[in-house]
Structure formats: structure tokens, C-alpha cells
């Protein structure tokens, strides 16, 4: 592995009695493409919210390109871009507003904001949208918008929570192709996902998560195992399912 | 089908009612607000009993509730599921069943209750003599369907609308009239009755259009069949069932049409293409661009500006004409930045998640300092002409424009201090909001109303004590020539409030600054 953009060590969490994210150490690359996968409630919200400096960890350490997200935030934000889950953008402001602003919060200058949100919108496929209120979106409209605004300061990491979520499927191709692009040009990007397609047709790295612990980690092809992603995700977190039998009239054939 | 729906409201009622101790105790408060009206309405009723304008009033009273049933619905469309046509439309239903039992639904509950007990104070106010006691009920359960039936038809009609991010918009902006009207209702009218300048007789005549209305036949009826004309009141009950059967009619046609169309919330208008203002300014301006543009665009932050000058007004207009018009104008200066700084005591709570999408960029003191003085601005851009024109305004109806130089003193100082408090209060005293069905303001989310009680209340009182120095230097000042006192109060004023909302930006970014996460937590725990 070359030298790591992201390095997690022993980040802790816990809510009450319930411990959300139970100590997990995490090597990410840089110019790497890494997913990290789980179950729902897994710890995978929790852990990426203290990597990007939302929540603040109980316990542990993370370094993005070396410096300390919890004792230098500034440098670190600076460095990362994010899409935090169940995206919620400033809705009253047009998508076009909305990128220029995420620019200028980022310190660049009005007229360069203004520049590379026209292009990213033309690339996210909303120019024609570019002037309607983000409170008129579609979801996926919603997550390629704040895509674009995790991007505009053209971050050398990039964060994502479940960026195919709700999205349908043209959209979800517009932001795997982003995804690709952004991995293949040597930026760093770690998203969670249920979708174990996008994991594999993007990522180099998978971390799979269970009840806050990594329970696998590594370059994707060791970690399937010559199986496919789906299974040995499955096979590692176990399956989750009860009381079919109980379901013996559904179905046409059943009385 | 009728009893189906019923037990859907019901259910729904009881879940609502089970899901928190808020939910529980607004059932509670609402459920006495009921039976309050409804005693209220009742005495009413039965007080007109032998006054010339009895009539008058009945009718008056009997189309306020009509409007109440038509304006209400429109807020509550989120909180009863029976009200959307789409929450039944997967279902295989017949509409003309259907629209019975969805009648049914809406006069089950306290409120329809309470219409009916509280009209029926014209059985004692109005009726006279057998046929005027028969036709009495008749005529109040004819006026209550006919209420029944005109809310359905309007939610129904509305639906698409409503359910729409326009439609909930423009059912936001309705309130301002509401509360309007109850703000006359509970400051205006008490007082003027208290001054003898609103009678029983001031009504008179008042019914010469309203009688023709569906409300003012069912008052009529009473009034008529008491008199012996009991054929004229059989035949405006008649009327009136009529235009019930034609509304009702109508309605079950566009339920039917409801129950098939095709749901177009999505679509939506572009808004006019341009840059961010304030380029120049850095961060400041950048947070000032946003903040600017949200107290146009966001309805919340309308009605809160709305709110501020309808209680300005409100809280002093009936002194004006006395001889206390001076403290009136100070008092509704200082009342008006106070609900300025109520209103901004939570920007990150209030914000809710989007809020994070800032914070990426709040790195250092100096970018939170940008951060609140930004919000500053914007929000002064608006306030200080406002609360300027009010308070002029107000002086001029007072017949002393002069004395409008003072207001704006104490509307400087005011604007000042609640900056700073606002400032303050966002970093000391956060607290995540919701947006509950039905209201389009948010509010504290279960287990933080201590909070919010505490920003409240420390904004009214902080505001109060900022402005004492003015209001003081005002008074101690009375006896000066005007020509150097106001100006001298005037640029002391500005020049003070300006320095609380600088020292206000100061502390809260010192305070926010180790907080940021947590402000982050309270920010994403806010429903957006």
C-alpha cells in the first residue's frame, strides 16, 4: 500500500449503553477508491461522521494526508470534501446558488465559484435544472447537487454516506462515472454503500463493517475470496432472516 | 366504509396521541380550547336574547365558523390522513361510500363537537316559540354539514396543491392573517369593547349581504320561523341543504377524479438566474448572500418578519390616540427587536442539517465571527427599515410623527441587542427542531422545550435591559430642544447597538468555536 491519505486508529463511540463504533483502525490509500460496506446499524454513519469532523469520537485518532482531524479541524476540512447521509442542502437556494455558495464557503473567488459550478453542473447533468430551487429536486437531482458541492474546492480526499441511495438509476450512473473518474485521477475517496455492484465496479479497497467493528479489510479481491462481493459480505455478517415459514399463504399457489 | 374511516380517524387520533407527552398534551389543550369556544360561543348565542341586532350577530358568528372550517382544514391537511385523497387512491374504493365515510371523519372529533354545542346557543338567543326551537337544531346541524362539506371540498380541490412545496408555502403564508385576526380579536376588540366603542348594536345591518350566505340562511331560519314566517324559514333551510348537496355533489366529483390522477407535486418554476450577491465581502458576504436570500424565499422567515410588525402594531395601536403614545411607540420598538432575537436564538438548530454544509467551512474563530456577523447583516439589511417604518408609522397615527425619531432610537439599540443575544443564545443554548405537520414555523423537538423557554425568555429580558440605557436617556432628555436631542439619541442609539451586536459576534464565536461539533449533532438531528 503507498502512502495513506486517511489513517484511522481505535476510533470509539458509544450512545448510552450501545456502543456504536467499538474500535476500529482503518488504512485508506491515497489515489485509492475504498468502500466501507455493512449491515443497517452497523457503525458505518457513526464511524464516517467522526472521520470528517462531525461528530466528535470518544476515542481514537484520524489523520487525513497526516493532519489530525480532532487537533487541526481547520487543515483537515480544508482537505475534504463530504456527502453526509440523507443530504440535506439549502433548499431555497437555485442548484446553480447552491454550488457557487458551497464554492465561495470554501474561499474561492465569487467569479471561479461561479465557473466550476456551471461546469460541474453540466457534468452532473443539471445545467437544465440549474435555476430551480433544490426543494424541487428528485433525490437523486439532491445527491448529484451535493456531490457537486463536496467537489467544487477539488478536494484530494473525498467522504461520501450512501451516495446511491434513493437515486435512480441515471443518476446513480452519472455519479458512478464520477466516482471512477475522480479514483482513476488519483484523488482519494471513501463512501459507504449498500450496493455492492457500485462497490466493486469502482473500489479498490472494501472494509466490511458489523456491529461497529471491521471484520474485513483489504483489497476487494481478497476480501471476496473468488466469491462475489454480495456473498462474502453476507457470509461475514451472516443472514438476517426469520419467520418465513410463518408466511405460507403468500404467494398465487397458496389457498 | 363510513365506520371503517371513522375508526381510521380515530386510530390515528390515539397513536397521535400515544406517540409523545407533547402530542398528549397538545390533545389535552386542544381538547379544553374545544369546550372552551364552545361555552364561549354558547353564551354568546344565548346572551343576544331580546337585542334589536341579535340576528346581526348570529349571522356574524355562524360565517366565522364557515370561514374557520374553510381556512383551518388548509393547515391540518398534513395531520389527518383522511383529508389527502392519495393516502386512499391504491385502495379499490367507490367514491360515493367513500365520501360519506370521509364526512363522516370530519365531523368526528372535539372541534365539530364543540361547533355544534356552541351554535346551538341560538336555540336560547334567537328562538322563539315551537317552530323557532324545531327549526333551531335543524338549522345549526344543516350549518355544521354544510361547514363539513366546504372543507372537504377545498382540501380535496387543493390536494394536488398542498401536498406540493408551493401549495405548503402558500398555506404558510396563510397564517399571517390568522394570526392577524387574532390579534384583533384578543387585543383590539377587548379593549375597544372595554371603551364602549364595539356594542351589541354596532352589528346592525351588518347581515344585508352576509344573509344570502349558506351561514347567514341557516341564522336567518331561526330568527324567521320565531317571527311566524315559518314557510320563509323552511325555505332558507331548504336553500341551504341544497347548496350542502351541491357542494357535496361537486366534491365527490373531484374526489372521483382524485382518486385517478396522476400526482404532479414535482413540478415546480425555475427562479431568476443570477450571482450570489455580496461577492466582495468574502466569507461574510457569503454567509450575508445566503441569509439574504432565505428571508425572501423561506416561508418561516416571512411570517417571522410578518409576526414582527403584526405585534408591533398590535401592541400599542390602541394607545396611540391616548395620551401614553410615547411609551406605546418605545414599548412596541423594544417588543419588536425582542421578537427578532427570539426568532435568531437558534440558527444552527433552526438551519437543521443543511447547517453542516456551513460548518465544513467554519474552521477558525475568525470564520464563526464571519459566520454571525454575516447573519447580522442580512438580517439588519431588513429589520432596520421595517422596524424604522413601523415605528414612524405608528407615531403618525399617534398625530405626534416626532415622537417616531424616539422609536427608531430604541428600534436601533433594540436591533443591536438582539443581534448579539441571537448570536449568543445560537452557541450558549442550541437545541434541535422539527417542523411539525400542520405548523410552518419549526419548533424544539421533545425534551429540548427547556432550551427554547430559556433562549425565549433570556432574549425578552436581555432585549428589555439593553434598551433600558435609551428608553432612560429618552426620558431623562424630555426637556432638551428636540433639534440636538434626537439626533444626539439617534447616533448614540445606532452607535450602541452597533457595539452590543459586535461584542455579541465576539462571544458567541468564542463559545461556538469548541462546540462546533456538537452544533453539527444538534444541527443533524433537526428534521429537516
Known amino acids: ?255 | 366504509m363510513a365506520w371503517l374511516i371513522v375508526g381510521l380517524k380515530l386510530r390515528s387520533l390515539s397513536n397521535a396521541l400515544r406517540s409523545s407527552r407533547r402530542a398528549t398534551i397538545s390533545f389535552i389543550l386542544s381538547t379544553t380550547l374545544a369546550a372552551v369556544v364552545a361555552a364561549i360561543v354558547f353564551t354568546s348565542l344565548a346572551v343576544l336574547r331580546g337585542h334589536g341586532a341579535a340576528v346581526d350577530e348570529a349571522t356574524a358568528i355562524f360565517t366565522a365558523f364557515a370561514f374557520g372550517w374553510l381556512v383551518l382544514p388548509i393547515f391540518a391537511f398534513g395531520l389527518d390522513a383522511t383529508l389527502d385523497p392519495a393516502t386512499l387512491a391504491p385502495y379499490p374504493l367507490r367514491p360515493r361510500p367513500l365520501a360519506t365515510g370521509l364526512l363522516a371523519a370530519s365531523a368526528t372529533g372535539a372541534w365539530p363537537l364543540a361547533n355544534v354545542l356552541g351554535l346551538l346557543g341560538v336555540v336560547i338567543g334567537l328562538a322563539r316559540g315551537v317552530p323557532g326551537l324545531l327549526i333551531a337544531p335543524a338549522a345549526v346541524l344543516l350549518q355544521v354539514l354544510f361547514c363539513v362539506t366546504l372543507a372537504r371540498f377545498v382540501t380535496t380541490g387543493l390536494a394536488g396543491l398542498l401536498r406540493s412545496r408551493r401549495g405548503k408555502d402558500l398555506a404558510a403564508f396563510l397564517l399571517l392573517p390568522v394570526f392577524a385576526c387574532y390579534q384583533v380579536l384578543s387585543q383590539v376588540v377587548p379593549r375597544m369593547a372595554f371603551e364602549g366603542k364595539l356594542r351589541p348594536a354596532s352589528f346592525a345591518g351588518l347581515d344585508r349581504w352576509l344573509r344570502w350566505l349558506p351561514p347567514g340562511l341557516a341564522a336567518h331560519a331561526v330568527r324567521d320561523a320565531s317571527s311566524g314566517r315559518t314557510g320563509a324559514a323552511l325555505l332558507s333551510l331548504l336553500l341551504l341543504a341544497a347548496v350542502t348537496a351541491a357542494l357535496g355533489w361537486l366534491w365527490t366529483g373531484i374526489l372521483r377524479r382524485a382518486l385517478v390522477t396522476v400526482d404532479t407535486t414535482t413540478q415546480s418554476s425555475a427562479v431568476r438566474r443570477g450571482a450570489l450577491p455580496f461577492a466582495r465581502y468574502g466569507l461574510r458576504g457569503t454567509v450575508a448572500a445566503r441569509f439574504w436570500i432565505y428571508q425572501r424565499r423561506e416561508p418561516s422567515s416571512l411570517i417571522y418578519w410578518g409576526i414582527v410588525g403584526v405585534v408591533m402594531i398590535a401592541a400599542s395601536v390602541s394607545s396611540l390616540l391616548t395620551p401614553s403614545y410615547r411609551g406605546a411607540l418605545l414599548s412596541s420598538a423594544g417588543i419588536g427587536a425582542a421578537l427578532l432575537a427570539i426568532f435568531h436564538s437558534n440558527s444552527a438548530g433552526m438551519t437543521g442539517p443543511a447547517f453542516v454544509f456551513e460548518a465544513m467551512a467554519l474552521t477558525s474563530r475568525r470564520a464563526l465571527r464571519c459566520y454571525f456577523s454575516g447573519q447580522n447583516l442580512a438580517l439588519s439589511v431588513i429589520a432596520v427599515p421595517l422596524l424604522t417604518a413601523i415605528s414612524f408609522g405608528l407615531a403618525a397615527i399617534a398625530g405626534h410623527p416626532a415622537a417616531g425619531f424616539l422609536a427608531v432610537a430604541v428600534d436601533f439599540a433594540g436591533i443591536g441587542a438582539s443581534m448579539a443575544l441571537s448570536n449568543i443564545f445560537t452557541a450558549r443554548l442550541p437545541y434541535p427542531t422539527e417542523k411539525r405537520e400542520g405548523s410552518p414555523v419549526r419548533g424544539a423537538t421533545e425534551g429540548h422545550a427547556a432550551r427554547a423557554l430559556g433562549a425565549t425568555f433570556g432574549s425578552l429580558l436581555g432585549t428589555a435591559v439593553a434598551v433600558g440605557p435609551v428608553a432612560a436617556a429618552e426620558v431623562l432628555t424630555s426637556t432638551d430642544p428636540a433639534v440636538v436631542r434626537i439626533p444626539v439619541l439617534l447616533v448614540c442609539a445606532a452607535g450602541y447597538g452597533i457595539a452590543l451586536a459586535w461584542a455579541g459576534v465576539r462571544i458567541a464565536a468564542r463559545v461556538a468555536e469548541p462546540k462546533l461539533p456538537e452544533l453539527c449533532q444538534i444541527a443533524l438531528h433537526s428534521a429537516a
Open chain 1, 1 to 255: 500500500m503507498g502512502e495513506a491519505a486517511i489513517v484511522v486508529r481505535g476510533l470509539r463511540k458509544t450512545f448510552g449503553a450501545k456502543e456504536a463504533v467499538a474500535g476500529i483502525d482503518l488504512d485508506v490509500a491515497a489515489g485509492s477508491c475504498a468502500g466501507l460496506v455493512g449491515p443497517n446499524g452497523a457503525g458505518k454513519t457513526t464511524s464516517l461522521s467522526m472521520m470528517t469532523g462531525l461528530l466528535r469520537p470518544d476515542a481514537g485518532q484520524v489523520l487525513i494526508g497526516g493532519l489530525d482531524v480532532w487537533s487541526d479541524p481547520r487543515a483537515a476540512k480544508a482537505a475534504i470534501g463530504v456527502v453526509p447521509a440523507g443530504v440535506r442542502l439549502f433548499d431555497r437556494l437555485s442548484g446553480a446558488e447552491l454550488l457557487e455558495y458551497a464554492g465561495r464557503l470554501r474561499g474561492l473567488p465569487a467569479a471561479e465559484a461561479r465557473a466550476r459550478a456551471g461546469q460541474l453542473l453540466g457534468v452532473l447533468d443539471l445545467t437544465a435544472d440549474a435555476g430551480r430551487l433544490v426543494a424541487d429536486y428528485s433525490t437523486g437531482m439532491r445527491k448529484k447537487a451535493a456531490l457537486g458541492c463536496a467537489l467544487i474546492h477539488n478536494p484530494p480526499v473525498l467522504f461520501l454516506d450512501e451516495p446511491l441511495e434513493g437515486v435512480d438509476p441515471v443518476s446513480a450512473d452519472v455519479i458512478r462515472r464520477l466516482l471512477a473518474r475522480l479514483a482513476a485521477s488519483g484523488s482519494t475517496v471513501l463512501f459507504s454503500s449498500h450496493v455492492m455492484e457500485l462497490v466493486e465496479q469502482v473500489c479498490d479497497h472494501v472494509s466490511i463493517i458489523d456491529k461497529g467493528r471491521i471484520v474485513a479489510s483489504g483489497p476487494i479481491q481478497q476480501v471476496r475470496h473468488g466469491k462475489t462481493l454480495q456473498q462474502a459480505f453476507i457470509d461475514l455478517v451472516g443472514a438476517r432472516a426469520a419467520g418465513e415459514e410463518e408466511l405460507s399463504w403468500l404467494g398465487s399457489s397458496s389457498g
